[in-house]
Every structure is written in structure tokens, then in C-alpha cells.
């Protein structure tokens, strides 16, 4: 299986979590893989003076056992603003893109919501998947609809 993480750059012998796969990879009589979290290139963009960051994760986790058959397969996405002062924030309400915003996620089958943090208001959306075959259609998706860009609009 070809991984690749952010801190190796292609050296999979000093990854940690391909170090931890293969340890746990004997041992499928006690131990099984529960979920997996994929996360993509984060994009970044301005709206109304204030960047963003557009992060995005798939996920799957099994429930309630190590059946095959039962795991739920999540596409999320989070958007989350750097250095957004009252002013900015004030702008950014007046003109609607949050609800915008909101709008052109849920054309794409993806639900959420803004909600605020100590450091301004921050959203995230979900978008629940079948199998495996939509998670990768889902990636590909993603990557063709470039999301942080119809957000500006």
C-alpha cells in the first residue's frame, strides 16, 4: 500500500503512522483499524479583505463492530479565517457570503453550519457518502469543482 504524509516526504520508514500500521498488522485476531482520515491539500482565498483557509478531510469509521459491512463514509470540509479583526468580520456579515457561502455547499449535497470560536466565526460542512467508489469519486470532485473559488463568488 503506497501512503504518504505531510512529514516524511516520500520516506515511509520514518512516517509514525505508517511505523504504527505496521505494527498493528499482525495482530487482526485483537486489534482492527476502527476509522481512517484522509486530509487533502487545504486552499487558501480571500473574501472581503479577510483569507481563508478551506480544509478538507474523508473519513470512514466502523460502527459498533469489525464487520466490513458496517462503516460510515464522511466527506467534510472547514473553512477558517486568518487574521479577521471586528471590521473585517462586520464586512463579511453586510454582505452576506457566509449565507452565500452556505448556499453553494449545499448545492453540492454538503450540510453544515457557521458557528464562532474565540478567533471569529468558522464553518463546517459534511456530506455523508455511500461506499468506497463515492469516497474516491467524492476526492476527485472536490479537486474539479474548486470549491475555494466558487465561495468568492
Given at each position: 500500500m503506497a501512503m504518504r504524509s505531510v512529514t516524511t516526504s516520500g520516506q515511509l520508514g520514518r512516517d509514525p503512522l505508517f511505523r504504527l500500521f505496521q505494527h498493528f498488522e499482525g495482530l487482526e485476531e485483537a486489534?482492527?483499524?476502527?476509522?481512517?482520515?484522509f486530509e487533502g491539500q487545504q486552499r487558501a482565498f480571500t473574501v472581503?479583505?479577510?483569507?481563508?483557509k478551506m480544509f478538507f478531510?474523508?473519513?470512514?469509521?466502523?460502527?459498533?463492530?469489525?464487520s466490513a459491512s458496517k462503516v460510515e463514509f464522511k466527506s467534510t470540509i472547514t473553512l477558517?479565517?486568518?487574521?479577521l479583526t471586528k471590521n473585517k468580520e462586520a464586512r463579511l456579515r453586510k454582505s452576506k457570503w457566509p449565507e452565500r457561502c452556505q448556499r453553494q455547499m449545499r448545492r453540492h449535497g454538503y450540510r453544515?453550519?457557521?458557528?464562532?470560536?474565540?478567533h471569529g466565526p468558522f464553518a463546517l460542512f459534511e456530506k455523508?457518502?455511500?461506499?468506497?467508489?463515492a469516497v474516491t469519486a467524492e476526492v476527485v470532485l472536490l479537486d474539479e469543482l474548486r470549491l475555494w473559488e466558487r465561495v468568492t463568488e
Open positions: 486489534w482492527w483499524t476502527s476509522s481512517v482520515n472581503e479583505g479577510t483569507r481563508w478531510h474523508v473519513y470512514a469509521a466502523r460502527l459498533r463492530s469489525k477558517w479565517p486568518t487574521g453544515g453550519k457557521w458557528d464562532q470560536s474565540p455523508t457518502l455511500r461506499d468506497v467508489k
